[in-house]
């Protein structure tokens, strides 16, 4: 089974600055999905960006980016000008591609405080 | 355009009791997956239902059993409720079983065992 570390539970940034949050996993599959997904007190999970290992771009959503190093096994989340809303646990998820595979794994989350 | 549903928000059991789950998919969405979200955890994958059938399961004992209807909609059964049951359970649809398909996530119902 794949396994999903985050090994930061909580970290914090300033507003406007940017914030980094790790996120390694275990795997022998070659291909597969990757996410961040986010949790505000709301507790409805939504999807901040997405990645396929395939890809060798690193992918972006705005003010979001990830560092996807496959060989490394490591998939780290930025998130540039921070805003006060961006506050939330943030999971990483690990996802195969082929037919065995529909779960999400996640990992433990971080939580991320923005300080004004 | 009307996301995931789930219903009650909120439940209070007794151990030993059985509780059910409801679910409503987002439109269009044909995949109902269910996780359960331990307190300072992530969600742990429960099952998923696809064509009214369970396609998928992750390591939960037969006390967990699901349901999917004809109109996509889901439901999860708890049997014999275990104080260790207390968690958030998270309901997300999507289209299609996996591929690059989001999997778009319910605000969840929390339950708790006494």
């Known amino acids: 089974a794949q396994t999903v570390t985050q090994s930061q539970p909580e970290m914090s940034v300033q507003e406007a600055e940017t914030v980094t949050l790790s996120c390694t996993y275990d795997?022998?599959?070659?291909?597969?999905?990757l996410f961040w997904y986010k949790q505000p007190p709301s507790r409805q999970m939504i999807l901040v960006i997405r990645q396929e290992a395939y890809k060798q771009q690193n992918a972006t959503e705005n003010r979001f980016s990830v560092n996807f190093q496959k060989a490394a096994k490591s998939f780290s989340l930025k998130i540039s000008d921070s805003q006060l809303g961006d506050a939330a646990m943030y999971f990483c998820?690990?996802?195969?591609?082929?037919?065995?595979?529909?779960?999400?794994?996640f990992g433990k989350g971080t939580s991320l405080l923005v300080t004004p | 355009d009307a996301g995931v549903t789930q219903s009650p928000t909120h439940l209070i059991k007794t151990r030993g009791q059985q509780v059910t789950l409801r679910c409503s998919p987002k439109s269009g969405h044909d995949t109902v997956s269910w996780y359960q979200q331990a307190l300072g955890q992530g969600p742990q994958f429960i099952f998923q239902y696809y064509e009214e059938e369970e396609r998928q399961r992750g390591n939960f004992p037969d006390r967990f059993s699901g349901h999917q209807f004809p109109n996509y909609s889901s439901e999860l059964n708890v049997n014999a409720l275990l104080l260790g049951d207390s968690a958030l359970y998270l309901c997300?649809?999507?289209?299609?079983?996996?591929?690059?398909?989001?999997?778009?996530f319910g605000p969840g119902t929390r339950l708790t065992v006494t």
């Open positions: 795997t022998s599959e070659s291909d597969y999905y």
């Open positions: 997300a649809s999507s289209l299609g079983q996996g591929g690059s398909y989001e999997q778009y």
């Open positions: 998820a690990y996802r195969s591609r082929g037919n065995s595979g529909y779960a999400l794994n």
